[in-house]
Each structure stands twice: as structure tokens, then as C-alpha cells.
């Protein structure tokens, strides 16, 4: 018999963030089941949620701000849609795939902002 407060908390679950009124168009960092995640709301009031973490140096996402491309990176200024889709690299016409972070899917309900796992 195990005891329950060993086990591991289930993957493949909708996990709670925050309070909706939490999320803002300031990032807010969390970290749920031992991953930083990031989220905020984009200039149309949209929720989302990201790894905490620039594809680029690794800073985290959440010391940047949420501009009208999306949320920047407070280091190098790249930005990346609610979709973790890079859309912005200063200085650079394209973008390499590889620049992408993991987006989470989000919905909100009962007044929280839930992401899966």
C-alpha cells in the first residue's frame, strides 16, 4: 500500500493557475507540478499560458511584458503569441521554428484560469 502523499500528481489533467482576476496583462509566474509557467492575458483580454522560459537565453517570460505582438522578452525582446509562437525577433526578418516555447491550452471557468498538464 502506498501512501497517497508520495505519489506523483497526475499528468494529463486540467490544474488550476490562478484566480481570473489574477491574470492580467502582467505576466504572473506560477509553477504547477514542478514546471514554470507563465501566464497573462494579451491586449484583446485573451488567456494564456507558457513555459517561463525565453527560447532564446532562457530568461524567464515572466520579468517581460505583454506589448501588442504578444508577450516580450524582457532580455532580447523577442515576443511570442499566446500560442508560444515566436512573432518578434529584434533585428531579424525571420524567425527560426526552433524559437518557439510550449504553450499550454487554458480555459477559464468558475472564475479560474485552468491549464492542462
Avoid at 494529463?12 to 497573462?40: C, D, M, Q
Avoid at 533585428?91 to 498538464?117: K, N
Wanted: one cysteine or more; hydrophobic letters at 40%; charged letters at 20%.
Amino acid at each position: 500500500m502506498h501512501n497517497i502523499a508520495t505519489l506523483p500528481a497526475p499528468r494529463n489533467a486540467w490544474y488550476v493557475g490562478a484566480w481570473s482576476h489574477e491574470v492580467t496583462e502582467k505576466p504572473l509566474a506560477r509553477t504547477i507540478l514542478k514546471e514554470r509557467v507563465v501566464l497573462f492575458r494579451d491586449r484583446a483580454g485573451k488567456a494564456a499560458a507558457l513555459e517561463d522560459r525565453c527560447s532564446h537565453r532562457a530568461t524567464p517570460l515572466s520579468l517581460g511584458e505583454v506589448t501588442e505582438r504578444g508577450l516580450e522578452c524582457g532580455y532580447h525582446g523577442l515576443t511570442f503569441n499566446g500560442d508560444g509562437d515566436c512573432v518578434y525577433i529584434p533585428g531579424q526578418d525571420s524567425i527560426p521554428p526552433q524559437a518557439c516555447v510550449r504553450a499550454y491550452p487554458v480555459i477559464e471557468r468558475q472564475g479560474m484560469v485552468w491549464l492542462w498538464t
